[in-house]
T-cell receptor, first 111, second 118 residues
Framework: LAKTTQPISMDSYEGQEVNITCSHNNIATNDYITWYQQFPSQGPRFIIQGYKTKVTNEVASLFIPADRKSSTLSLPRVSLSDTAVYYCLFSLTGGYNKLIFGAGTRLAVHP | GAVVSQHPSRVICKSGTSVKIECRSLDFQATTMFWYRQFPKQSLMLMATSNEGSKATYEQGVEKDKFLINHASLTLSTLTVASAHPEDSSFYIC??????????????FGSGTQLSVL
């Protein structure tokens, strides 16, 4: 299964834009890139998913270059409540077998 | 999005007790559910894949006689920790995949169960 590499931790301040990059050099052709957010003692929450170029929803944007060997999650104007662990993962179209979590990025937003 | 309900949220039990955790997909049918465990400040570790109507598939190193999985219906999977010991204390999370649009499936997670074995 494709392995992901993310920064272990990041710090930011309220109101700033935060970009978290994930490297996935051996991503397969059929893999989608999915990002999840996890708060302490809670299950992960789906944030955004994409295959290539740019995807935007009400929460975040996801930038994927043409070679798809990396992806960047962009959180606009973070607040204290965005302090969490963020994971990038892969999911196959039409029924993947399992989802393996990497170490994730622990984001701390300061006042 | 799809909702996955996990119960109980917290269990404290004595060593040797068996503990059952339920995972339900509330507004969709889940032919496949996944069980993870997570230790403090660590990532989620996949334990097993639960398939409706068939035996679960366990990851390497996970004892199937210790972690009993039953997926009897399209909306319910259960994880039973048999004869729990302190080293089984962990945060257990279930998830189910659902297709919420025409493009791709996503995984939706339960809120987790904190198991503490005394």
């Amino acid at each position: 299964l494709a392995k992901t590499t993310q920064p272990i931790s990041m710090d930011s301040y309220e109101g700033q834009e935060v970009n978290i990059t994930c490297s996935h050099n051996n991503i397969a052709t059929n893999d989608y890139i999915t990002w999840y957010q996890q708060f302490p003692s809670q299950g992960p929450r789906f944030i955004i998913q994409g295959y290539k170029t740019k995807v935007t929803n009400e929460v975040a944007s996801l930038f994927i270059p043409a070679d798809r060997k990396s992806s960047t999650l962009s959180l606009p104007r973070v607040s204290l409540s965005d302090t969490a662990v963020y994971y990038c993962l892969f999911s196959l179209t039409g029924g993947y077998n399992k989802l393996i979590f990497g170490a994730g990025t622990r984001l701390a937003v300061h006042p | 999005g799809a909702v996955v309900s996990q119960h109980p949220s917290r269990v404290i039990c004595k060593s040797g007790t068996s503990v059952k955790i339920e995972c339900r997909s509330l507004d969709f049918q889940a032919t496949t559910m996944f069980w993870y465990r997570q230790f403090p400040k660590q990532s989620l570790m996949l334990m097993a894949t639960s398939n409706e109507g068939s035996k679960a598939t366990y990851e390497q190193g996970v004892e199937k006689d210790k972690f009993l999985i039953n997926h009897a219906s399209l909306t319910l999977s259960t994880l039973t920790v048999a004869s729990a010991h302190p080293e089984d204390s962990s945060f257990y999370i279930c998830s189910a995949r659902a297709r919420t649009d025409t493009t791709n499936e996503k995984l939706f997670f339960g809120s987790g169960t904190q198991l503490s074995v005394l």
